[in-house]
């Protein structure tokens, strides 16, 4: 298997981009999911072609963050669309009709990687037929939804150390299931028991309780509650109100509390002990939770 780095870096490398951000996750069925954030701002970029090792069985989700003015786009040699691709637009691209783009004028665009199989456990959960195609009309469309959860993961490729295994598969599982129902006709997931049964939600805490300062994944969490990803995210939020991601920030600002009224670590040690990426890192989130910085808050609590 190609390592992460390879395989993120094998759905960029055709692009002659002047940057490229990109983050990974886990995914159903041992799959990775990838998004990337590809910029050039000159024209001229010309043919971006994948060479015949790259071809595998994924479909790719475009999102334009501004227009591209004059591209075009070939499907197994055919061209399928000719002209511009406005901001905010949506398209989807089978890599197996080995795509090919004429790339005119400059572009700034999300790239989501769906492989097949992650598509086909998604509808194995739910006890529905397999999704075979993800499909939009040539040219793309205006989806909101699509549009508010690149701009909501903008942040986070632009400091990808930062971001944790819970929030990238939770936010790359929960748009992969919404690509499927949107641009492949999944059906929405049956009915389930909508929380964690008592049980299941002490050992979760448990596990979760013992691992803040750890990147731990959905898939080992599940694995515990002896459920898919998919149902225990669910049966998670409805048992304790937040995403597994959210619950373990939480806790984690919590025991930063402590340590910065009841020891003397420096900001950055409390940072790392506490799960966080560095200092400035813990900063950013403490604030979000407590509306001010960690350093603002021990001079207060100590006065």
């Given at each position: 298997m190609q390592s992460d780095r390879a395989y993120c870096q094998n759905y960029v490398t055709h692009f002659k981009a002047d940057s490229v951000a990109q983050l990974l996750a886990a995914g159903p069925n041992n799959s990775r999911l990838v998004v990337s954030h590809v910029r050039r701002d000159t024209p001229g970029h010309g043919m971006a072609r994948m060479?015949?090792?790259?071809?595998?069985?994924?479909?790719?989700?475009?999102?334009?963050?501004?227009?591209?003015?004059?591209?075009?786009?070939?499907?197994?040699?055919?061209?399928?669309?000719?002209?511009?691709?406005?901001?905010?637009?949506?398209?989807?691209?089978?890599?197996?009709?080995?795509?090919?783009?004429?790339?005119?004028?400059?572009?700034?665009?999300?790239?989501?990687?769906?492989?097949?199989?992650?598509?086909?456990?998604?509808?194995?959960?739910?006890?529905?037929?397999?999704?075979?195609?993800?499909?939009?009309?040539?040219?793309?469309?205006?989806?909101?939804?699509?549009?508010?959860?690149?701009?909501?993961?903008?942040?986070?490729?632009?400091?990808?150390?930062?971001?944790?295994?819970?929030?990238?598969?939770?936010?790359?599982l929960s748009a992969s299931a919404y690509f499927a129902q949107a641009f492949g006709g999944l059906c929405p997931a049956r009915d389930r028991p909508g929380t964690l049964a008592p049980w299941q939600l002490r050992r979760i805490n448990d596990a979760m309780g013992c691992q803040l300062e750890a990147d731990v994944s959905l898939r080992d969490l599940a694995a515990v509650c002896g459920l898919s990803v998919s149902h225990f995210v669910r049966a998670f939020k409805g048992s304790t109100g937040d995403p597994p991601h959210r619950w373990m920030l939480r806790h984690r600002i919590e025991r930063s509390k402590a340590l910065l009224n009841h020891t003397e670590g420096t900001l950055a040690e409390i940072a790392i002990s506490c799960g966080f990426a560095d200092q400035s890192h813990f900063t950013r989130v403490f604030k979000s939770f407590v509306g001010a910085t960690p350093g603002v808050w021990r001079r207060a609590v100590r006065m």
């Open positions: 060479s015949d090792h790259q071809i595998n069985a994924v479909f790719a989700v475009l999102l334009q963050l501004r227009e591209q003015t004059d591209r075009e786009l070939f499907l197994d040699g055919r061209c399928i669309h000719r002209g511009a691709y406005a901001a905010r637009t949506t398209s989807v691209v089978n890599h197996l009709e080995r795509p090919v783009a004429n790339l005119r004028s400059p572009f700034d665009s999300l790239i989501f990687i769906v492989p097949k199989v992650a598509l086909d456990s998604l509808a194995e959960e739910r006890g529905v037929a397999p999704v075979n195609q993800l499909y939009c009309q040539p040219g793309g469309v205006l989806d909101e939804t699509v549009w508010h959860l690149g701009n909501a993961l903008l942040p986070a490729l632009e400091r990808p150390h930062e971001v944790s295994s819970l929030y990238a598969e939770h936010v790359m």
